[in-house]
């Protein structure tokens, strides 16, 4: 019986499969899976390096975008301080720019709009005209002459009376623009135009 047995193991072989042709499929699926896997790290890691590429950019181009915005900002205030140490003479001014005597009331909801013949800007002008970096330059160290702002417009919108607390009321509007320049990246130079709306008043 054990003898028998033992036969039946010695023809076994022949039933099973072949051991060599396993280990020869397992050798050629081998290089594949390796090639498979090389592709996919190189996909990842060109995706990655063009994603951190793209995302410095962006932060390149938010940081250049603040800058300016900030230096706009800063003629805004320094022009939002003049009219806060002058704000009879921006309001005599403004009247003026319209065409009306600055003495004299405008009634309310009367159409505003500027006289040729009676109107001067002159006044508007030269109210806003040093306000800018080329009057008071920028003193931080390092920082090139590149970077600039200025007031570049100021106009009355509306102006009326108010006949009970007897002030004349004035909506103006100041535009400025800030310029800087980024040199990493090559950003080179960029402008930023900001528009600010305020209310003036002065007593008749």
Sequence with gaps: MIETSFNWLQGGPSLLPNRKKIVGLRKGMAIPLVLVFCVC??????????FRKE???QNLGNVHFLQANFMAQ????MMLLKLSAFPQ???DA???????????????GSEVSPNPASS????LAQFFADCNSTAFPIKVPGLSADWKFAVTDFKVISAYTNPAERQLIISAQ???EGETRLAKGGMDVRK???????KLTREN
Excluded at 120 to 123: I, K, L, Q
């Design 174 to 176: 100041i535009t400025s």
């Design 120 to 123: 001067n800007s002159d006044g």
């Design 74 to 77: 800063s003629a805004v205030q």
């Design 192 to 198: 930023e135009e900001m528009i600010k709306t305020v």
């Design 55 to 57: 995302s410095k950019q």
């Design 89 to 91: 003479e921006a309001c």
């Design 94 to 108: 403004g009247v003026l720019s319209l065409g009306y005597c600055p003495f004299r009331g405008i009634i309310a």
């Design 41 to 50: 790290v190189m996909v990842f890691a060109s995706s990655l390096a063009l």
